[in-house]
């Protein structure tokens, strides 16, 4: 699964506990969605340092 399907598929599967909890006042989906934005955060973190990476290493090889 490449990044962007890993990334997708984490927002996809918060649909259901936004659901719960904005519009059936569930609190426990609450908690859910605060943990899986939690995840969101640190997967897009993990996905912006390996850009910068793959980035700033295909430059080093143009510069010569």
Known sequence: ????????E???????DFD???NKDNQAAGTRVRKGMQDLKNLAQDIRKQVQDM????????ES
């Open 10 to 16: 984490l927002v996809m599967g918060l649909e259901g």
């Open 55 to 62: 980035k700033n290493s295909r430059g080093e090889g143009e």
């Open 20 to 22: 719960k909890f904005y």
């Open 1 to 8: 699964m490449n990044r962007f399907e890993e990334l997708r």
